[in-house]
């Protein structure tokens, strides 16, 4: 094998290896996607709460012996103009006990639409002891003009809650999904009745 | 592939270049490829200096005067995207192209019809993105960093041509990385050990390490966006269980090591310009070598500390302002050993060794107002302020863009056997040298005082400082087409230049007559201790 031949053959191994490293690349930042998500459900960083949880009453008890206070704050999404606020503003909890509070919601445009609200839990280390049994954020909500709605939101402040924890502030922002879903073929909005259409 | 590997095989062994303007097109040669980077780069510096002196001009007073808030905007915007992708990028590149295959001792290129590619992708690239300015609705107007959803739900229309100039400006460097990397492994002299590699090539083979493994996430990042626009999906968008968060995380992953891909060849221009004309050996050579390793690796763990505002947890935010602060240790090593490299040498003040010792100065300034940011409850002050804009233009301009114009009057004379006159380069660079801190040391304190960046108009007690900002601004602004001037004037007319051009330059380079021949190396040097840097 000559020197120059032997050189060309070592420069395409080089380039080889080289693009196996971009190849690798393109896909570890496609796995970063998956992996924020779990390394925020594991952490609680970014205050996602978890998904539906099960909650078996006879198992545990509450812990009367302190009381943990749960603000709940609403907001709605630049361009979405529904009305929605908590009935209650704030709660006092005993952790392991289950509570049920209540939201307020109502669609005021002149067209139906649908909402998903996204929940956001403040201090972050207390989203793992948050569970909800039942949380009006699972769904999306269809609302026809004017159409209101309670919606209930069931929650378990969790025994294992850090002692210095005394105050959770749960908030949810309402998004308005109704492009992205698309609405059922039956109240597809016609020419003319159409609204400005909101969001981007 | 197979194809770009046997161009090396071409049996007309031509002594000059083809006739003709096509000549450019068709070129594999890397001294051409490399003159073509460094004009395209020059010419998008003038493109983006000139959206600079739009934006210091508005600014130069407050209130609203010449143009309206979204074109604001969208010059902050593209200024910043030019100058980063097209100006300090392809300058360096263009230099590697030049300089690594000389000064290794290989006759051109590993990849030489890749290299052309990597090169004509980019004017497209850049007509693409600019062309955006004048499309209905405007340019990219969402800041150079296109946080999401600034980039996505509230884009203008045209970011999807954004979108695709970050892609082939991706694949340009991806493709220039390979080829760096591919020629410095395997093109060496007989003799020249890794560690026994100018600085300059070590530091570009690092950089390349660090184009390879980042431009895929930019490029992931920027397809995310393009999903979200067009289809639907929800990477970026918290209504369909997305994150805007996670975009700034994805796009500093890139960002943080990008930083770095614009300074680490800036540092091996400057080890080897202090030497020369201390007439010393660069002191600490192996301690460059690891500095520069260490400060690459630490780039990929910082991330998050241009994100602090973020509402982080304690642990994080202390990490990363840890580990940012442990860069200064190896930034440092390389500040003393330039230090000790002019320390009781027998120096001369020409040209090139000015800009180089304004860089290691003002580079400084930069880094310690780096610390400063890195400080996580101080940031919170200075988070998103004219103090940002200071600490980064600080290190980019007479960081990185200085080590450029000390390597355009150093090597210049190799290049094209003509010497730039002497007087005219040291008036060029003190008019640079003043006007770039007349510009930018003021913004230190309208930061600090609260005035907040990306803004067309401003309280009037940040009134004077601007003022001051924008006359520095145009003072640089205009030496620099100053330094066009010289350039032609120096191609034109420049005396001719020795092969060894600077009496204490060393390295294989200068073993080349000037002009260096169109076909260097054909054979392997012989490496000679006496050019050897290590």
Avoid at chain 1, 79 to 89: E, I, L
């Amino acid at each position: 094998m000559t020197v120059e031949s032997k050189q060309q053959n070592d420069i395409r191994r080089t380039v080889k290896k080289l693009a196996l490293i971009v190849v690798g690349m393109c896909f570890f930042v496609a796995a970063l996607v998956p992996l924020y998500d779990l390394f925020c459900e594991v952490t609680g960083l970014n205050g996602k709460t978890g998904g539906p949880y099960v909650f078996d009453e006879a198992k545990t008890s509450p812990d009367t012996t302190r009381l943990v206070k749960v603000n709940f704050l609403t907001n709605t999404n630049e361009g979405m103009s529904w009305d929605f606020w908590p009935q209650k503003g704030a709660v006092r909890v005993h952790p392991g006990s289950a509570n049920t509070v209540s939201f307020y919601v109502k669609n005021t445009t002149g067209r139906p639409m649908i909402a998903q609200a996204i929940p956001s839990l403040v201090p972050s280390s207390a989203a793992e002891f948050f569970h909800k049994t039942e949380c009006f954020c699972f769904e999306q909500q269809l609302l026809q003009p004017g159409e209101e709605l309670e919606m209930p939101m069931r929650f378990i402040v969790d025994r294992g809650l850090p002692k210095n924890v005394q105050s959770i502030n749960l908030s949810y922002a309402l998004f308005d999904v109704t492009e992205r879903v698309g609405l059922p073929e039956d109240m597809q909005i016609t020419d003319n009745q159409v609204s400005p259409v909101t969001g981007g | 592939m197979s194809e770009v590997i046997h161009a090396d095989h071409h049996d007309d062994h031509a002594h000059g270049p083809a006739k003709g303007m096509l000549r450019w097109l068709y070129t594999t040669n890397h001294k051409d490829i490399g003159t073509l980077y460094l004009w395209f780069s020059f010419a998008m510096f003038l493109i983006g200096g000139a959206m600079a002196l739009v934006i210091r001009t508005e600014l130069f007073q407050p209130g609203l005067q010449f143009i309206e808030p979204e074109f604001f905007n969208q010059m902050t915007t593209n200024h910043g995207l030019i100058m980063v992708f097209g100006a300090i990028m392809p300058a360096f590149v263009g230099l590697a192209n030049w300089l690594i295959p000389m000064q290794v001792g290989a006759p051109d290129m590993a990849l030489p019809r890749m290299n052309n590619l990597s090169f004509w992708i980019l004017p497209f690239a850049f007509s693409m993105m600019i062309s955006t300015l004048f499309m209905e609705g405007g340019g990219p107007n969402f800041g150079w960093t296109f946080y999401a959803p600034l980039s996505t739900t509230y884009a203008p229309d045209s970011v999807t041509y954004f979108i695709f100039a970050v892609h082939l400006m991706g694949a340009s460097s991806i493709m220039g990385s390979i080829n760096i990397i591919a020629t410095i492994l395997n093109m060496r002299a007989p003799g020249m050990t890794l560690m026994k590699m100018p600085m300059f090539v070590w530091t570009w083979l690092i950089t390349a390490y660090l184009l390879i493994a980042v431009m895929p996430v930019l490029a992931g990042a920027v397809t995310m966006m393009l999903f979200d626009i067009h289809f639907n999906t929800s990477f970026f968008n918290a209504a369909g269980g997305g994150d805007p968060v996670m975009f700034q995380h994805i796009f500093w992953f890139f960002g943080h090591p990008e930083v770095y891909i614009m300074i680490l060849p800036a540092f091996g221009i400057v080890s080897h310009i202090i030497p020369t004309f201390a007439r010393k050996q660069l002191f600490g050579y192996t301690s460059m070598v690891y500095a520069v390793a260490s400060i690459a690796f630490l780039s990929f763990i910082v991330w998050a500390h241009h994100m602090f505002t973020v509402g982080m947890p304690l642990a994080g935010q202390l990490f990363f302002m840890y580990s940012t602060m442990l860069i200064a240790v190896p930034t440092g090593v390389k500040v003393f050993n330039w230090i000790a490299t002019m320390w009781r040498g027998s120096m001369t003040f020409e040209t090139p060794m000015l800009f180089a010792i304004a860089f290691v100065v003002l580079f400084t300034i930069g880094g310690l107002s780096g610390i400063m940011l890195a400080i996580t409850p101080a940031d919170y002050q200075y988070h998103d302020t004219y103090f940002v804009v200071a600490h980064f233009h600080y290190v980019l301009v007479p960081g990185a863009l200085f080590s450029i114009i000390a390597a355009v009057y150093f090597w210049i004379p190799k290049w094209t056997g003509k010497m730039y006159d002497e007087s005219l380069g040291k008036l060029h660079f003190w008019l640079s040298f003043v006007g770039v801190n007349v510009t930018f040391f003021p913004q230190h304190f309208s930061g600090l005082a609260g005035m907040p960046r990306r803004i067309p108009d401003y309280a009037l007690q940040f009134a004077d400082f601007n003022m001051i900002s924008s006359v520095g601004a145009f003072i640089f602004g205009f030496s620099q087409v100053f330094f066009l001037y010289v350039l032609i004037k120096t191609i034109r007319s420049g005396a001719p230049a020795k092969a060894r051009s600077w009496e204490g330059a060393k390295g294989l380079e200068w073993t080349l007559p000037s002009p260096a021949p169109y076909h260097s190396f054909t054979y392997p040097p012989e490496v000679k201790s006496e050019e050897v840097h290590g």
